[in-house]
C-alpha cells in the first residue's frame, strides 16, 4: 500500500514537471520567435538605409562596387561625414549578425540561413572597415578573435587588420578633406512682415452751411433760366433814343438877382 501511494506522488510530479517543462518551452519558443522578428526588422532597416538615393552605404553591399571601385571609394571617403557614416553601418551590421549567431545557437539553427547575406558581405569587407572596427573595439589580431566563430571566411579580414587598410584610406583622402572644407548653411534670419501703406485720407464730406433764418432767399422756381448760346439783351433806351446823361455840377449856371433900379427910394410913387 505504502508502496502505490509513493508510485502515484511520483507520477504525479512527472506529470507537473513534465506540464511545466511544456509551459517552459512553449514561453521560450515565443521568447525566440519575438527576438527573431526583431532581428528581421533590423536587417530590413539596414537594408532600407543602404538603399536610400545618393546613400554611400550602397558600396559597402557585398558585389555592389564590382567595376566601380574608384567611384564608389570617392563616395565613401569622399568627406569625413561619409566616411562616419559607413563606419555606423558596418558596427550595426556587425552587432546585428553577433545577435542573430547567438539567437540560432539557442534553438533557431534555420536562422543563419536568413543573414547568409549579410555574414557575406562582411567577410568581403571591402575598404577595411570591419577589420577597422574588430580590431579597435574588439582587440582582435589576426592571430586571435572571438568574433570569427560567426563566419565562414576570414582570410580577408585578416589581411586588413595587418595591412591597416582602412587607415590607409583615410590618409589618403585625408588632404581632400582640408582643402575642401564643409561650408556650413547659413542660418536663416527671420525676415520682417512687410510693412502695411498707411490707408489712404478719406476725403471729407463737404460741409453744408444752413442759411440763417433772418435772410430772404428767391426760390428756385422764380429765377428765370439762364443760357449761355444766346446773346447778352441790349439795355433799354429812354423816350427821346437817347440815355439821358446828367450835368456835371460844375457847369449849371447860378440864377442872377434882378437889378434894382436908381432913385427907387426918393419916387414916393414908385413905392
Given at each position: 500500500?505504502?508502496?502505490?501511494?509513493?508510485?502515484?506522488?511520483?507520477?504525479?510530479?512527472?506529470?507537473?514537471?513534465?506540464?511545466?517543462?511544456?509551459?517552459?518551452?512553449?514561453?521560450?519558443?515565443?521568447?525566440?520567435?519575438?527576438?527573431?522578428?526583431?532581428?528581421?526588422?533590423?536587417?530590413?532597416?539596414?537594408?532600407?538605409?543602404?538603399?536610400?538615393?545618393?546613400?554611400?552605404?550602397?558600396?559597402?553591399?557585398?558585389?555592389?562596387?564590382?567595376?566601380?571601385?574608384?567611384?564608389?571609394?570617392?563616395?565613401?571617403?569622399?568627406?569625413?561625414?561619409?566616411?562616419?557614416?559607413?563606419?555606423?553601418?558596418?558596427?550595426?551590421?556587425?552587432?546585428?549578425?553577433?545577435?542573430?549567431?547567438?539567437?540560432?545557437?539557442?534553438?533557431?539553427?534555420?536562422?543563419?540561413?536568413?543573414?547568409?547575406?549579410?555574414?557575406?558581405?562582411?567577410?568581403?569587407?571591402?575598404?577595411?572597415l570591419v577589420a577597422h572596427l574588430l580590431s579597435t573595439r574588439d582587440g582582435c589580431t589576426v592571430e586571435s578573435c572571438r568574433y570569427f566563430v560567426r563566419l565562414r571566411e576570414t582570410?580577408?579580414?585578416?589581411?586588413?587588420?595587418?595591412?591597416?587598410?582602412?587607415?590607409?584610406?583615410?590618409?589618403?583622402?585625408?588632404?581632400?578633406?582640408?582643402?575642401?572644407?564643409?561650408?556650413?548653411?547659413?542660418?536663416?534670419?527671420?525676415?520682417?512682415?512687410?510693412?502695411?501703406?498707411?490707408?489712404?485720407?478719406?476725403?471729407?464730406?463737404?460741409?453744408?452751411?444752413?442759411?440763417?433764418?433772418?435772410?430772404?432767399?428767391?426760390?428756385?422756381?422764380?429765377?428765370?433760366?439762364?443760357?449761355?448760346?444766346?446773346?447778352?439783351?441790349?439795355?433799354?433806351?429812354?423816350?427821346?433814343?437817347?440815355?439821358?446823361?446828367?450835368?456835371?455840377?460844375?457847369?449849371?449856371?447860378?440864377?442872377?438877382?434882378?437889378?434894382?433900379?436908381?432913385?427907387?427910394?426918393?419916387?414916393?410913387?414908385?413905392?
Amino acid at each position: 500500500m505504502a508502496l502505490l501511494v509513493a508510485a502515484s506522488r511520483l507520477l504525479m510530479a512527472l506529470v507537473i514537471g513534465g506540464v511545466a517543462w511544456l509551459a517552459l518551452e512553449q514561453w521560450r519558443a515565443a521568447d525566440r520567435a519575438a527576438e527573431k522578428r526583431g532581428l528581421l526588422v533590423r536587417a530590413v532597416e539596414l537594408n532600407a538605409r543602404s538603399l536610400v538615393p545618393g546613400s554611400p552605404l550602397a558600396c559597402l553591399a557585398a558585389g555592389a562596387a564590382d567595376g566601380l571601385d574608384n567611384a564608389c571609394e570617392n563616395v565613401v571617403f569622399g568627406t569625413p561625414e561619409s566616411a562616419a557614416a559607413a563606419v555606423a553601418y558596418t558596427d550595426a551590421q556587425l552587432a546585428l549578425l553577433a545577435d542573430a549567431s547567438d539567437l540560432a545557437a539557442r534553438g533557431e539553427p534555420n536562422l543563419t540561413d536568413n543573414f547568409a547575406g549579410l555574414r557575406r558581405t562582411l567577410e568581403i569587407d571591402r575598404y577595411g572597415l570591419v577589420a577597422h572596427l574588430l580590431s579597435t573595439r574588439d582587440g582582435c589580431t589576426v592571430e586571435s578573435c572571438r568574433y570569427f566563430v560567426r563566419l565562414r571566411e576570414t582570410e580577408v579580414i585578416k589581411a586588413n587588420i595587418k595591412g591597416r587598410t582602412f587607415e590607409s584610406y583615410i590618409a589618403r583622402h585625408a588632404d581632400d578633406w582640408t582643402l575642401k572644407p564643409a561650408v556650413a548653411a547659413p542660418a536663416a534670419t527671420p525676415t520682417a512682415p512687410p510693412e502695411e501703406p498707411p490707408p489712404p485720407p478719406q476725403a471729407s464730406a463737404p460741409r453744408t452751411v444752413q442759411p440763417s433764418a433772418k435772410y430772404d432767399f428767391p426760390s428756385a422756381a422764380s429765377i428765370p433760366p439762364v443760357s449761355i448760346m444766346n446773346a447778352e439783351p441790349a439795355a433799354p433806351k429812354s423816350a427821346e433814343g437817347a440815355t439821358a446823361q446828367p450835368d456835371p455840377p460844375a457847369s449849371r449856371a447860378l440864377p442872377v438877382p434882378p437889378r434894382r433900379p436908381q432913385n427907387q427910394a426918393a419916387d414916393p410913387e414908385a413905392r
